[in-house]
């Protein structure tokens, strides 16, 4: 990726002529950054490409061209093999590419750009992977191609667009037709899902040897009985067999080679012949079959994982335990003090009882299930470490069985190639002997002759034992796995049998002490019920002792108030007596003064009478007879205007000066005899005396009834003030001495639960005096003027109070200082 910026950097193009380059970028597990193996292997095909002066991968990733990636993808499928897990992609995908145009990449999942996206390879069943049985990408490519429901072109585009992508693979890779996938057929596509193989690697037969022979081949010199490069400036330095120095003489002893062990590149152990000899293609080393017996066991390993997961699924079922409950009802919410509180609130503690016993059950449920699992695992590692252990004894088996074969063959081999060469070597002494005279010149040539046939003659031997050797080994092995297959299934199922019964020992333990547990705490709150029973019986108790208290203060209020209303019907009586006093002396000083001024008028009549009458007694003799008819008649006239001015000035009338001054003229002027005089003045005395005594009677009847007025009155007021100074004294003795900061505090907060002012106004000394007041006046400034100089201290000391202070402050409109006393409090 790092070139890639570069080039791109620099405008120029990518280092690839392939039309179709491989985009691919691996998963985070298998990242080169993350994985040691991966960047070893991509480190090592880099390095072989630059020796080759191909682009190296690591420096083109995520591009790279189909050979490039092939070769990776080969150590890919090393490092599958070697950890038994397939190496997976995050992302994969075939992309088109123009060498010839302007390279511009293109965004994936895009159309636009040169390279830019054309196969994806994603999805689930889709996934491009490396497992330890990869061939080429070919095979899944194609497989997609085919399969993918989004391809929808007929089959003719699929096979155009597959041979399109098989040539440039191969252009690129250099391998035969044969070793790529095989397109399909139309049945074979209408049949359904298409499976494709590589005709190669199905039928090795059909691969072609087509490999040319190398230059630098080294050849067999007869002469020296070794081997030497053409090439090289030294011919001398050749290989001799069995390392023999070329001076010493070949004889049919030290022809003989032995079958040896060796190992190919890829890890397989193989038998072949020590000789050095460049041996024909029919004649090469063969290879012992490298049995996979990874996959059986990944399929154990798997059934047995699966299991395992069940048995720790399992774990959640054995492990749990029900938590045993109280039964409970649905009752209202009740007041403390009434009835039906007691049940209410046992019912709730049932419930809360009834949760925590659920909460001790799950918490129980998951240290079993905990411990379950843990002992699953640590089972499970016991069996992973019995398992390698077992491995561990048995891996050299093959190593034992190889050897032992081994030598075996190499006895036989050794015994039949004995005989071969004392067969051939008396043959050769009698041909020897036959042709010594004749043929003397052709001994080395016979000679030569009989060591390349002993030489043929050894290695046809040593192919036969060693094709007898692999087929053997291949029995012996196939049947030592299958011992070895049943063994660890045998000690699989003996170590899952004792894991299942040490899980069900474990289960049935842990849950023995569940239900223990459970148990203890479901007597420790059937007494703690018990015990909050009790609690709220005393609560309700205590509700219905302050109830009575109340009352009784209810009743003690009563009756300290009944004095002061006594008190005060008398001061009202009083006060009505004593306004019924002022108008009655009132009216006693004006009849007073009305008496005097009878008495005056009485006074000053009398000197007029007597004026009068000395007056008369001088004209008696002059008009005593003239004017007897006239002066009667007048007399009375007069008569009766002095009787209504006596009666005028009794009743507070005012009359004129001048008309009883006309009168007294009027008398002076009169004539009237003095028998008549003297019988008016008579009458006048009688009348005048029956208006005295009339008035006297009256002014006497008047103060006597003010006088007994006064004196009801007078001993109604001792009788009430008595029993005022009774009740007022009663009032006093009733009235509490002076008390504590506490007591006045708690008589202070009754009575404002009693919302009474009244009894507030005893206690003014009270910390909450001020806020008390605005509750019971239900004043909602006051309230807060009065818990803003609370200041920080904004603890109540009781609910009631504490609410009603908070509904206040709500009122008006100090949510904020309303919110802080519902904190405190």
């Not at 049943?486 to 020992?505: C, G, I």
């Not at 206690?763 to 007041?773: A, F, G, P, R, T």
Request: net charge negative; charged share 25%.
């Amino acid at each position: 990726m790092g070139l890639i910026n570069k080039l791109f950097g620099h405008g120029k193009g990518l280092p690839f002529d392939d039309h179709y380059l491989v985009r691919f970028e691996l998963a985070k597990e298998f990242a080169p950054e993350n994985n040691a193996e991966v960047k070893n292997a991509l480190d090592s095909v880099s390095g072989e490409q630059k020796q080759n002066n191909k682009p190296a991968i690591n420096e083109t990733l995520p591009f790279a061209s189909f050979e490039s990636a092939e070769d990776f993808f080969i150590k890919l499928r090393d490092i599958a093999a070697k950890t038994a897990k397939p190496v997976t992609f995050a992302y994969f995908s075939i992309w088109e590419y123009d060498p010839n145009e302007k390279t511009k990449v293109g965004k994936i999942g895009s159309p636009d750009g040169n390279p830019h996206e054309k196969i994806r390879l994603e999805g689930e069943g889709h996934e491009f992977f490396i497992s330890s049985e990869y061939q080429n990408m070919t095979v899944k490519i194609f497989e997609e191609i085919f399969n993918d429901p989004e391809n929808n072109g007929s089959y003719e585009e699929k096979i155009d667009y597959c041979k399109e992508i098989r040539d440039a693979y191969l252009k690129s890779t250099h391998l035969s037709e044969s070793e790529v996938a095989k397109l399909p057929t139309v049945e074979e596509t209408e049949s359904g899902n298409v499976k494709l193989a590589i005709p190669a690697l199905a039928n090795p037969s059909m691969v072609k040897d087509d490999t040319p022979v190398r230059a630098d081949t080294p050849i067999y010199d007869p002469s020296s009985q070794s081997l030497y490069d053409p090439h090289s400036q030294s011919a001398a330095a050749a290989t001799t067999v069995n390392n023999t120095p070329k001076e010493a003489p070949v004889t049919a002893n030290s022809s003989a080679s032995s079958l040896v062990e060796s190992v190919n590149s890829e890890g397989v152990r193989t038998l072949g012949a020590s000789s050095t000899v460049a041996a024909p293609a029919s004649q090469a080393q063969s290879e012992a079959p490298k049995v996979d017996h990874s996959l059986t066991r990944r399929t154990i390993r798997k059934s047995i994982e699966d299991q395992a997961q069940d048995q720790v699924a399992n774990a959640q079922t054995k492990g749990h335990v029900e938590a045993p409950q109280f039964s409970v009802a649905v009752f209202d919410p009740v007041e403390p003090g009434t009835e039906g509180y007691v049940d209410y609130q046992v019912n709730q503690k049932r419930k809360t009882f009834n949760v925590e016993l659920r909460k001790i059950a799950s918490q129980i449920s998951d240290k079993n299930e905990k411990a379950i699992i843990k002992d699953r695992q640590e089972a499970s590692k016991k069996v992973d470490q019995a398992v390698k252990k077992f491995h561990a004894e048995h891996q050299h088996d093959d190593d034992k069985i190889f050897s032992d074969i081994q030598a075996e063959m190499q006895e036989k081999a050794n015994v039949e190639i004995d005989e071969a060469n004392q067969k051939l070597d008396i043959d050769q002494q009698k041909q020897l002997d036959q042709a010594q005279e004749a043929y003397h010149a052709q001994v080395h040539e016979i000679e030569h002759q009989t060591k390349v046939k002993k030489q043929d003659s050894e290695s046809s031997i040593n192919q036969k034992y060693t094709e007898q050797a692999e087929s053997i080994f291949k029995d012996r092995l196939s049947k030592h796995d299958s011992e070895l297959q049943k063994a660890e299934e045998k000690l699989v199922q003996k170590l899952s049998l004792q894991l299942e019964l040490n899980a069900r020992t474990l289960s049935s333990q842990l849950r023995s002490d569940g239900d223990k547990v459970l148990q203890e705490a479901f007597h420790k709150m059937n007494d703690d019920l018990d015990k909050f029973k009790v609690k709220a019986l005393q609560e309700n108790n205590s509700a219905k002792e302050v109830n009575i208290s109340q009352q009784r203060v209810e009743n003690e209020k009563h009756r300290l108030e009944t004095p002061f209303d006594d008190l005060k019907q008398a001061n009202q009586k009083l006060q009505e007596v004593q306004n019924q006093l002022g108008s009655v002396t009132a009216e006693k000083n004006k009849l007073q003064k009305i008496n005097e001024d009878q008495e005056a008028l009485l006074h000053a009549n009398k000197h007029t009478i007597d004026g009068l009458h000395q007056q008369v007694n001088n004209l008696t003799t002059k008009q005593a007879n003239d004017k007897v008819n006239k002066s009667n008649t007048e007399a009375n006239e007069l008569l009766n205007k002095l009787v209504s001015l006596q009666m005028a000035k009794m009743l507070g009338n005012d009359t004129p000066s001048s008309q009883a001054s006309e009168t007294t003229k009027q008398l002076a002027n009169s004539s009237v005899s003095d028998q008549q005089m003297k019988l008016m003045l008579k009458g006048f005395r009688r009348l005048t005396t029956g208006l005295v005594v009339f008035s006297l009677l009256l002014i006497g009847a008047g103060g006597y009834t003010l006088y007994h007025q006064q004196q009801v009155h007078n001993q109604q007021m001792v009788e009430m003030t008595k029993t005022m100074n009774a009740k007022v004294a009663a009032a006093k003795k009733a009235t509490p001495r002076s008390i504590s900061q506490s007591e006045a505090n708690k008589k202070a907060l009754i009575a404002l639960h009693e919302n009474s002012r009244s009894k507030l106004d005893k206690y003014s000394n009270e910390k909450y005096y001020d806020l008390d007041k605005a509750i019971i006046d239900n004043d909602a400034s006051a309230a807060n003027t009065a818990v803003k100089a609370m200041g920080n201290d904004l603890k109540m000391n009781d609910h009631y109070r504490a609410t009603q202070a908070q509904n206040l402050l709500q009122t008006a409109g100090n949510n904020y200082l309303a919110t802080r006393v519902a904190e405190a409090n």
